[in-house]
């Protein structure tokens, strides 16, 4: 029992940081957001107000796209979590979901 809520628990703290740090509604939404700050170099939020206001409808739907198109199989928001936090872990993977196509 300890071990399912542990378990519970860590999948719920993988699910919820990156909407919780981004500020954002989904998965998408939070890895666009997050490779936007990786591209400036600044939080999102001091960028300006009206690249801020394109995050949510732009961002999450190129997100959403480079994960269907990459893994097709699976559901976008598992891809783009699994997304955010390799882009936590190497800030140089932002230039697979700006250009998912594996030729170029």
Same mark, same amino acid.
Request: with cysteine.
């Given at each position: 029992?300890?071990? =399912?809520? @542990? ?8 699910? &919820?940081?990156?909407? =919780? =740090? ?8 939070? &890895?666009? @957001? ?7 170099? @600044?939080?999102?939020?001091?960028? @300006? +107000? ?6 949510? +409808?732009?961002?999450?739907?190129? =997100?959403?796209? !480079?994960?269907?198109? &990459?893994? +097709?199989?699976? +559901?976008?928001?598992?891809?783009? !979590?699994?997304?955010?936090?390799? &882009? ?17």
């Amino acid at each position: 029992m300890k071990f =399912a809520l @542990s378990a519970l628990l860590i999948l719920a703290i993988i699910w &919820l940081y990156p909407l =919780a =740090a981004e500020v954002s509604g989904d998965a998408c939404g939070a &890895l666009a @957001s997050a490779a936007l700050r990786i591209e400036t170099g @600044s939080d999102p939020m001091t960028v @300006s +107000p009206t690249g801020v206001s394109l995050i949510p +409808p732009t961002g999450d739907f190129i =997100a959403a796209d !480079t994960a269907r198109g &990459l893994h +097709p199989s699976l +559901p976008s928001p598992l891809v783009c !979590t699994g997304y955010y936090w390799r &882009l936590v872990a190497d800030p140089g993977f932002v230039r697979v979901i700006q250009n998912p196509d594996p030729q170029e």
